[in-house]
């Protein structure tokens, strides 16, 4: 085979799998992975978003992420899990929310991390009777809200 065939055949072997590799690194960086809080957040703090949450139970042990300014607790238990789904809140300066999410199917992010503009914002994915449904919470100007709501028909 002649050098410049080989060359081109290398080439086009080559780059489908660099796109592949950079494409497993990127996914595998922005995979939310929850840890525990009391492992990696002021006990002061914690103790605070646990009774701001919850009354009742004062031992529990909450997860947590910690990504793009948000700390975003997961309240996965027994006692904050129902028919609404499980207890979630987000803190990101000074300002926090709380909300319920559905399990979310293993092929879709529970969590994923936009900016727009000056916006810092996460999106959160469940399971709902027609599909997922996909929830915007933005944090400017000093405050975080959920900004809107969307229904996709995948599965």
Do not use: W
Not at 60 to 87: H, M, T, Y
């Amino acid at each position: 085979m002649p050098k410049r065939n080989q060359l081109l055949v290398f080439t086009v072997v080559l780059i489908p799998a660099l796109v592949g590799v950079y494409s497993i690194i990127v996914a595998m960086r922005q995979q939310v992975r929850f840890v525990s809080a009391r492992q990696v957040v002021d006990p002061i703090f914690l103790d605070s978003v646990i009774r701001e949450n919850y009354t009742g139970f004062e031992q529990l042990d909450p997860k947590v992420v910690r990504q793009n300014g948000f700390l975003i607790f997961d309240f996965r238990s027994q006692e904050l899990c129902g028919v609404a789904g499980c207890l979630y809140s987000a803190y990101v300066d000074g300002d926090h929310i709380s909300f319920y999410l559905q399990k979310a199917p293993n092929n879709v992010d529970l969590f994923t991390f936009e900016q727009h503009g000056t916006a810092k914002c996460f999106v959160t994915a469940q399971s709902g009777e027609k599909g997922i449904i996909r929830t915007r919470y933005c944090h400017q100007q000093g405050r975080l809200a959920k900004v809107i709501t969307e229904l996709s028909n995948e599965k």
